[in-house]
Nanobody
Framework: QVQLVESGGGLVQAGGSLRLSCAAS????????MAWYRQAPGKQREFVAT???????NYADSVKGRFTISRDNDKNTVYLQMNSLKPEDSAVYYC?????????WGQGAQVTVSS
């Protein structure tokens, strides 16, 4: 059973930083691309960033240059470093893994950025 557990969310002022973590279990973590998504109230879930097994990364235009995704395969953990946060970054952040055509999501981490 694949499990993803996010941590590190919270309340921060605009311009501040937060680091999210997502610990995976129940699968060979190093074998899969990992991603972060977010969902703000009343909006659809949207892509934030992804990192492949080889370490290649891709970002949504809205976070490019401010957010950094990374992974530690020894710890089965993916990270999202978020700098220069803006109020519009406020959302529940979810980590994601796709395995054998099934999508796995964590429970979400709330990020609130005050102006």
């Amino acid at each position: 059973q694949v499990q993803l557990v996010e941590s590190g969310g919270g309340l921060v002022q605009a311009g501040g930083s937060l680091r999210l973590s997502c610990a995976a279990s129940g699968t060979i973590f190093a074998a899969y691309t990992m991603a972060w998504y977010r969902q703000a109230p009343g909006k659809q879930r949207e892509f934030v960033a992804t990192i492949t097994t080889g370490g290649s990364t891709n970002y949504a235009d809205s976070v490019k240059g401010r957010f950094t995704i990374s992974r530690d395969n020894d710890k089965n953990t993916v990270y999202l470093q978020m700098n220069s946060l803006k109020p519009e970054d406020s959302a529940v952040y979810y980590c994601h893994l796709r395995r054998f055509a099934s999508d796995y999501w964590g429970q979400g981490a709330q990020v609130t950025v005050s102006s």
